[in-house]
T-cell receptor, first 113, second 111 residues
Framework: DAGVIQSPRHEVTEMGQEVTLRCKPI?????LFWYRQTMMRGLELLIY????????DSGMPEDRFSAKMPNASFSTLKIQPSEPRDSAVYFC???????????FGPGTRLTVT | QQPVQSPQAVILREGEDAVINCSSS?????VHWYRQKHGEAPVFLMI?????EQKGHEKISASFNEKKQQSSLYLTASQLSYSGTYFC????????????FGAGTRLTVKP
């Protein structure tokens, strides 16, 4: 398997623009997680899905952030409008129910100027 | 609630041992340990479920004291490849088993 795939790997955008991050989980995995990592706040869980259904989005910073999982092989994290403080590395991870081990994608480094 | 890790950083010589601690203010269901090398994604090392079990991964092992709400990661006879940042992730029933990560412990192993 190719592992968790994220795109783009790097994104530079201007404040106010819409940003969409994409994730393809490992085939057959039931859970999908979105994390954000910054030097100041460390690794934060934003939202996670079970069988394409959002289970907990309490980690989503504010209404500017939204995530969808239209099918088992694809998820998006959207920021609209983006702000400089959104600059971070965004990771997507997936896991099998009962396995606990989360497999992380390579991350998307987002820079908002 | 984010777990607290200590120390924040540690520098070792090859072959030396280290202990990284992770504690929570809430009752824990499980503790996960990950290692992240600079510029890479976190990689799963092991999970410990409540019950005080101990696990090992090569020369890296961990314990989980449910009563004390803490876990420790033991790195024995460290190798250069052990360098990286170690994160503990905790799940507790109050958070509906959502995982929260500690701030990380940066481990540097020198020749």
């Amino acid at each position: 398997d190719a592992g968790v795939i994220q795109s783009p790997r790097h994104e530079v955008t201007e404040m106010g623009q819409e940003v969409t991050l994409r994730c393809k989980p490992i085939s057959g995995h039931d859970y999908l997680f979105w994390y954000r990592q910054t030097m100041m706040r460390g690794l934060e869980l934003l939202i996670y899905f079970n069988n394409n259904v959002p289970i907990d989005d309490s980690g989503m910073p504010e209404d500017r952030f939204s995530a969808k999982m239209p099918n088992a092989s694809f998820s998006t994290l959207k920021i609209q409008p983006s702000e400089p403080r959104d600059s971070a590395v965004y990771f997507c991870a997936s896991s099998l129910v009962g396995s606990y081990e989360q497999y992380f994608g390579p991350g998307t480094r987002l820079t908002v100027t | 609630q984010q777990p607290v890790q200590s120390p924040q950083a540690v520098i070792l010589r090859e072959g030396e041992d280290a202990v990284i601690n992770c504690s929570s203010s809430k009752a824990l269901y499980s503790v996960h340990w990950y290692r992240q090398k600079h510029g890479e994604a976190p990689v799963f090392l092991m999970i410990l479920l409540k019950g005080g079990e101990q696990k090992g991964h090569e020369k890296i092992s961990a314990s989980f004291n449910e009563k004390k709400q803490q876990s420790s990661l033991y790195l024995t006879a460290s190798q250069l490849s052990y360098s990286g940042t170690y994160f503990c992730g905790t799940e507790n029933k109050l958070d509906n088993n959502d995982m929260r990560f500690g701030a990380g412990t940066r481990l540097t192993v020198k020749p």
